[in-house]
Structures are given as C-alpha cells and as structure tokens.
C-alpha cells in the first residue's frame, strides 16, 4: 500500500495503471489519498520495488490518461 502525494489521489483509480519508480504497475484497490497493488516475485527480483520499506520515498507518477480526462474536462466548461 502505498500513500499518494496531496491532490494526486484522485488519479488513481482500481485497474488503472500508476509507475513506482519508473516501474508500471496496475492498481488494485484506491481509497483516498491511498492505493495498493500485487506485486509478482520476478518484479520484484528485477527491480528496486522488492528493496522498498515502510516509510521510504519513491518517485510516482499517475495515469497520463486520467490527466488527459481532467483537461478535457475542464475545457469544456
């Protein structure tokens, strides 16, 4: 489970697609400011996720469509 930086939960979405740390992930479950995903054991053998502890910074990005929803929305209002 991972906690989303202020104002970006509401990108994140069950089944949508989030990256940590430059790795794609799919979204299992999203409440709030806070989402959860499976992790397989080659992902983690094969990147830096199976390294990850409680409490430790990592770089996120949100799904590029949902940002694309947001615009378009707002454009046309």
């Known amino acids: 489970v991972f906690d989303c930086p202020a ?3 509401r990108y994140v979405a069950r089944k949508g697609s989030v990256a940590i740390d430059g790795v794609s992930l799919t979204v299992n479950e999203a409440e709030g400011d806070q989402f ?3 992790l397989i054991p080659h992902t983690q053998s094969v990147t830096t996720l199976g390294e990850l502890a409680p409490g430790r910074r990592v770089n996120f990005e949100v799904d590029q469509v949902a940002r694309y929803v947001e615009r378009l929305l707002a454009d046309r209002n």
């Open 36 to 38: 959860g995903v499976n």
């Open 7 to 9: 104002g970006l939960g």
